[in-house]
């Protein structure tokens, strides 16, 4: 049989469902997360050059480093909604973040 010819049929019946490649120390889940959490995730990411899950992750991760506390959705919910407006004030290009760094920049010789 060469590479262009097909079978007929195929027997897929030891066939297992998931990724081709599985990733080691990662699963799979699905969640539900408040949109405008997801939205500031994702143009952080966007502007970062990196993917939103993968910044969603390490924020996680630095929580857990910091804290002996169990990540409850309450907590989870509760920190992203102090953090998100403290940050998201700092992407607006007129944010007064970004205008004290603009600032202080100009005050150097």
Do not use: C, W
């Amino acid at each position: 049989m060469n590479a262009n010819t097909m079978r007929a049929e195929y027997d897929f019946s030891k066939g297992k469902r998931g990724a081709v490649l599985p990733q080691k120390g990662k699963t799979r889940i699905s969640i539900f997360i408040d949109n405008a959490v997801l939205e500031a995730f994702r143009g952080r990411a966007e502007q970062a050059g990196t993917g939103y899950q993968t910044m969603m992750n390490e924020a996680l991760r630095r929580y857990l480093s910091e804290s002996d506390h169990p990540v409850t959705e309450k907590a989870l919910r509760q920190i992203l909604r102090q953090e998100m407006p403290e940050y998201l004030r700092g992407l607006t290009p007129g944010s007064t973040t970004n205008a004290r760094k603009q600032a202080g920049r100009k005050l150097k010789p």
